[in-house]
């Protein structure tokens, strides 16, 4: 351990440490300040992130790892549950937001990372967060909400429905929840993760709707909530027991809705165990 005080350089503290035309692996979470530090005290090294050095590095989870998750998806599952019974009718998205928020933390998150409330035409959009729109009766709304419970990560996706829907949203919604489980179905070891890509997305496509599936199936999550390996077209990387990564497939129809369910998954030695145990059928609110 090397310390410094402050108003001193620790960049000039930690260069003697390092190979001055050495190539290192720096955290994918590595403030960019300090890597261009580094990279002004020592010109002539180079820098990759850790998750493209040693991608499947922290893929494979331990029983105590799996058990970490497990309580995270638990929570989650509660949070979703108490959600509810809220009120989302003449409610912004933000306020559900802040509710979704506060329930992770009721329920032993110890941190929030996000609270995706997209409501009507904004839930079109797979990269919306939560806005200042007001929801109103007969929106569909996609929820996308985690954290970190016990230092490992939840990450949810449901779509409610504020009213009875119409038959187009009820099946809309249907196609998702069957692409979701064709991609849960196809997790087995051998298999590999392009495999979950295209057998979720082989349902949307049969059903018409190919066009508006616009991002990959999944991604991997433990101590961050993002990480490799992801469910994505090219990416044959063989799945084997105790990798964990979601399945979240959707539907977005611009300007109108959009539909995503997303569970946590696990490899086991002979198929997939679902770390989220919540009802993936449309949700009616208030």
């Not at 590095?57 to 497990?70: C, I, M, S, Y």
């Not at 019974?85 to 306020?95: H, I, P, V, W």
Request: glycine residues 12%.
């Amino acid at each position: 351990m090397r310390d410094w005080t402050d108003g001193k350089d620790p960049y000039a503290v930690t260069a003697p440490l390092l190979d001055v035309s050495g190539r290192f692996a720096v955290s994918d979470n590595a403030w960019a300040t300090h890597l261009l530090g580094l990279q002004k005290a020592l010109p002539d090294t180079s820098y990759v992130a850790l998750g493209e050095a040693l991608p499947m590095l922290r893929a494979v989870k331990d029983d105590a790892e799996l058990a970490r998750l497990t309580a995270a998806g638990a929570a989650a599952d509660a949070a979703y549950e108490e959600i509810q019974k809220a009120a989302f009718a003449g409610r912004r998205e933000t306020d559900v937001a802040a509710d979704l928020a506060e329930l992770l933390r009721r329920f032993g998150h110890s941190q929030v990372d996000f609270t995706v409330v997209g409501s009507g035409p904004n839930g079109a959009n797979p990269h919306h967060e939560a806005g200042e729109r007001v929801i109103g009766h007969g929106d569909m709304v996609v929820l996308d909400f985690g954290g970190l419970l016990h230092g490992y990560g939840s990450d949810t996706s449901r779509t409610v429905h504020v009213g009875e829907p119409t038959d187009e949203e009820r099946r809309v919604h249907d196609i998702v929840r069957e692409a979701q489980a064709a991609g849960c179905a196809a997790v087995r070891p051998g298999a590999t993760c392009q495999d979950v890509d295209r057998a979720a997305r082989a349902v949307i496509t049969e059903a018409g709707y190919g066009d508006y599936f616009i991002h990959r199936t999944g991604h991997g999550i433990g101590v961050t909530t993002h990480e490799p390996p992801y469910m994505i077209e090219g990416e044959e990387q063989p799945l084997v027991p105790g990798m964990c990564f979601s399945v979240e497939p959707g539907i977005y129809l611009p300007g109108r809705f959009g539909v995503r369910i997303e569970d946590i998954v696990t490899v086991t030695d002979d198929g997939v165990r679902r770390l989220n145990a919540t009802a993936r059928e449309m949700a009616i609110v208030g």
